[in-house]
């Protein structure tokens, strides 16, 4: 098993869209293709913050990683937040979520920001595991109000 963790490009957006839209049916939502679109537009803009990386196992592109960064009135570096990150069923429990979220602290750590962060559903136990053995639950509660 050889795992690679690449940023996305341009020539693998067949290869994100499948993925993308496995992990909207993971989470049982549906987006308007124009939402789509613009993510992907989003993610290859380098005038973007918006940035992806993929995780490639033996040649098949298996997983994505995808994150942005913003200003903290908490710290005089940015914060990076993980918004998106999805496996295919078939390579989940082989260390390729791990693979994505190291490289994301990696590269936070090389581009000097001060911290990552992420949400996940309560109900999803088992990235919640792996989450877990990064950081523990912190207290905070998510509040969102669509506008």
């Not at 997983?63 to 937040?81: I, K, N, R, V």
């Not at 000097?112 to 509660?141: C, F, I, Q």
Request: charged share 25%.
């Amino acid at each position: 098993m050889t795992v690679e963790i690449r940023d996305i490009a341009v020539r693998t957006e067949a290869e994100w869209r499948v993925l993308w839209g496995q992990y909207l049916a993971f989470y049982g939502v549906t987006l308007p293709p124009e939402v789509t679109n613009q993510t992907w537009d989003r993610i290859v803009d380098p005038a973007t913050a918006l940035r992806g990386r993929l995780a490639v196992l033996d040649g098949e592109v298996v997983g994505f990683a995808l994150h942005h960064t913003h200003l903290s009135t908490w710290a005089s570096s940015f914060d990076c937040y993980l918004e998106d990150l999805y496996l295919a069923g078939a390579a989940r429990g082989q260390g390729i979520g791990r693979a994505l979220v190291d490289d994301l602290i990696a590269h936070c750590r090389a581009a000097g920001y001060s911290r990552l962060y992420w949400h996940t559903d309560e109900r999803n136990t088992r990235a919640r595991k792996l989450y877990d053995s990064y950081a523990p639950y912190d207290g905070h509660v998510r509040y969102r109000i669509k506008i």
